[in-house]
């Protein structure tokens, strides 16, 4: 494993024989052998923290630009490494999701008023209003869908609730499909996770359409979808194929389409619920 000498120098002066700050174990070389942990210096300077920072983000040798980059280029190798234990050199799942979120949330935020881009998809979901017999009626409605606009808001802006409930869905059904694998329910989880996390930077492309054509907000969010499914297809025939790359593209496409079926039905009936409750 190559690391960047400079920030090596910077935040060792020379290493000698010690204990392990993180794990205890005898450390005589820059890392310890038993965890990983850089020996460093007794005292913390604005040098060598200023330098390990630079070091984990742009190192294209471990970490989050290194796991970037391998889940376009080898995701499968990405997956099974750490399926297999060697994990050191990438980003762990739940946090590679996590900062992927943040990214592509933050970019929503810089570059879309929200509150009109979640205006925009109540209104191409509710294509007919509704007959009110009188004024009370109305006005209850008018409640109810403001609660639920706000409900929707909230699913929009904190995606990470999302992909809460839909990886775990994705993960059960990649499991049926490919169960004759002998792949375990968190094996799947942890596929379905890095995979996921990759996807959301192709919401990224969808809000630079809508910004610059808001008109053709369906086109972008079938194109950006579109994308995003076939990336999950093509991990899944990466990293299931045995025997046919057919049969396994078209077992992992059928596994997205049903996973986000299933979570649109789940939320419909949870804000039907919501609002029914609402509405007495």
């Known amino acids: 494993m190559i690391h960047s000498e400079h920030a090596q120098t910077a935040v060792l002066k020379e290493v000698q024989p010690a204990d392990c700050k993180n794990c ?44 970037t980059t391998k889940m ?18 990438y980003t762990n799942p739940i946090k590679y999701l996590l900062l992927w979120l943040g990214i592509s949330t933050f970019i929503g935020f810089s570059i879309l008023d929200m509150d009109a881009f979640t ?36 699913i929009t802006q904190n995606p990470q609730f999302m992909y809460a409930i839909l990886i775990p869905i994705l993960a059960l059904g990649s499991s049926v ?7 375990t329910y968190a094996e799947h989880l942890l596929m379905n996770t890095y995979t996921m996390a990759q996807s959301a930077l192709f919401s990224i492309p969808g809000y630079l359409l809508y910004r610059y054509f808001p008109t053709h907000f369906i086109i972008d969010s079938i194109l950006s979808t579109s994308i995003a499914a076939i990336y999950y297809s093509v991990v899944g025939v990466l990293f299931f194929y045995r025997k046919s790359y057919f049969t396994a593209a078209v077992k992992s496409l059928m596994n997205y389409v049903i996973a ?21």
């Open 24 to 67: 205890g174990n005898p450390v005589t070389e820059t890392f310890c052998g038993h965890c990983g942990q850089r020996q460093l210096q007794p005292r913390l300077t604005i040098k060598e923290l200023l330098s390990l920072a630079y070091e984990s983000l742009v190192d294209f040798d471990r970490g989050f630009l290194f796991t």
């Open 72 to 89: 376009f280029t080898r995701p499968q190798g990405v997956i099974a490494d750490y399926i297999t234990g060697k994990r050191i050199i």
């Open 119 to 154: 205006q925009k998809i109540t209104e191409q979901v509710q294509t007919q209003k509704p007959v009110f017999k009188n004024k009370k009626q109305q006005e209850k409605y008018q409640t109810a869908n403001a609660r639920v606009q706000q409900f929707q808001q909230f």
């Open 177 to 183: 499909f490919f169960r004759k694998q002998r792949y």
């Open 260 to 280: 986000y079926m299933l979570f649109f039905l789940l939320a419909g009936i949870v804000g039907f619920i919501y609002g029914a409750l609402l509405m007495q």
